[in-house]
């Protein structure tokens, strides 16, 4: 198997992809959308210049209607009760700065940040199906022998053009893997269930939302985001009903939608890659445990608590290799619980374990998600003398978000790395110096 199809590969590879998706949805939409703003504020005060009797306020909206006899409708919306100002073009050269006004209008129409986030959830779905056909190259490069009977017939003219049997082989996984990626969301899933074997059931909560959005990607696509009776069809009613989405009404796709879309097929696809991984590498468990509590970590870090809580309700049903992966997961998403302020969730989930006789780095978590302060303070030279827990660990954890805020966490660090903290207070006091 090459290191490109490797579990760990795929994963990271899947990761990044999404990682990318969020940079460009937000990021760089949120760029297209200062574009947009600046180019109708600029296409509002040159039509204020050419028909200064309209008096268009800089911060409103307009409609523009053409039509014999031409004219321009203005509708500010300050009130919906007031008319539409109306006036009839009154010499050919202001006919003629309109029309030069409108042109330059349209080719910088104010539609990149839509058209942006459009592309974004295209792609964002793309990455999934690349997902989808890595994981099918991975399972029948370790069982060659299942893949279909009617997948696995070449012709001679390509059993020649191939060479050898490696090539031959490689070349049918990826004819099946192309097969599987142009179906639908819901038969590619489908297929992971029946012919791999893979349970699938985690993924239940989720599945709704998730085939909305490759339908959403369809009408995109092929039908200008139009809703049409396929999708009706396809779409739970809970989900047409909340996205009023009545047949020949048009979806786009909001700031909100795409960062939910994000969220909802990275937490699909981590699922589906980690039950691949559990049930076709069953030597590899640790590994794959690792990876699941490094994406809740790691969502902690970025500060994506509602993320961490969606991927917990995987990663506390999962049969880890060992306790050790089981509190961790188990913590991370307390920690989210916390920071959500569902607190007595976060007391249901802890009390799933009895945490007694666990390492004294764990009693120090149950603390600080406690808020008991004394007791938190108490634990932590043990803790630090032990190196269960180090300088950077204190810096970074999200566990001690509130903790960082006080003091006495402050005065904690320089008391018990009292090296590491004078360096840093020369370092600042040389650069204030120069």
Request: proline share 4%.
């Amino acid at each position: 198997m090459s290191e490109k199809r490797k579990f760990p590969t795929v994963g990271l590879n899947f990761i990044g992809n999404i990682s990318s998706v969020r940079i460009f949805g937000s990021e760089i939409a949120r760029l297209a959308d200062e574009h947009d703003q600046a180019v109708a504020k600029e296409f509002v005060e040159n039509l204020s210049k050419t028909f200064p009797e309209l008096d268009i306020p800089p911060d409103s909206t307009v409609q523009i209607k053409i039509g014999p006899p031409p004219k321009v409708d203005t509708d500010t919306f300050a009130d919906d009760k007031e008319p539409a100002k109306e006036i009839k073009i009154k010499s050919l050269e202001q006919g003629r700065v309109l029309l030069r006004t409108l042109r330059a209008f349209t080719k910088r129409a104010p539609v990149q940040g839509y058209l942006l986030r459009n592309g974004a959830l295209v792609t964002l779905t793309s990455f999934f199906e690349s997902l989808v056909s890595d994981l099918v190259h991975l399972y029948y490069a370790k069982h060659p022998g299942a893949l279909p009977a009617d997948a696995r017939g070449l012709t001679l003219a390509e059993l020649r053009a191939l060479g050898s049997v490696e090539e031959a082989e490689q070349f049918l996984i990826a004819k099946e893997a192309e097969s599987v990626i142009r179906e639908s969301a819901n038969d590619q899933l489908l297929y992971f269930s029946k012919r791999p074997a893979v349970d699938l059931s985690p993924l239940k909560a989720d599945q709704e939302a998730f085939f909305e959005i490759f339908q959403r990607r369809n009408l995109l696509v092929h039908n200008s985001g139009v809703v049409n009776r396929y999708y009706c069809e396809k779409v739970s009613s809970s989900l047409i009903e909340h996205f009023k989405a009545t047949e020949g009404t048009r979806l786009s796709v909001s700031d909100d939608y795409l960062t939910a879309a994000i969220d909802t097929v990275f937490v699909c696809g981590l699922i589906l890659l980690q039950q691949c991984w559990r049930k076709w590498e069953k030597s590899d468990i640790e590994q794959v445990d690792d990876f699941l509590c490094d994406q809740l970590y790691d969502s902690l870090i970025e500060s994506r608590f509602d993320l961490t809580e969606r991927l917990s309700r995987y990663a506390l049903h999962v049969p880890y290799n060992g306790e050790l992966a089981e509190r961790i997961a188990l913590i991370n998403c307390a920690i989210a619980l916390k920071e959500l302020n569902r607190k007595d969730e976060m007391e249901q989930i802890l009390s799933k374990k009895d945490w007694s006789a666990c390492a004294t780095k764990f009693q120090l978590a149950l603390c600080a998600l406690r808020d008991d302060e004394e007791g938190f303070y108490k634990l932590l030279p043990k803790a630090i003398q032990s190196q269960e827990v180090s300088e950077s660990n204190l810096k970074e954890w999200p566990l001690l978000n509130n903790q960082r805020k006080g003091q006495r966490f402050a005065l904690a660090l320089q008391k018990y790395f009292p090296m590491e903290r004078s360096i840093e207070k020369l370092d600042q006091e040389e650069r204030l110096a120069s």
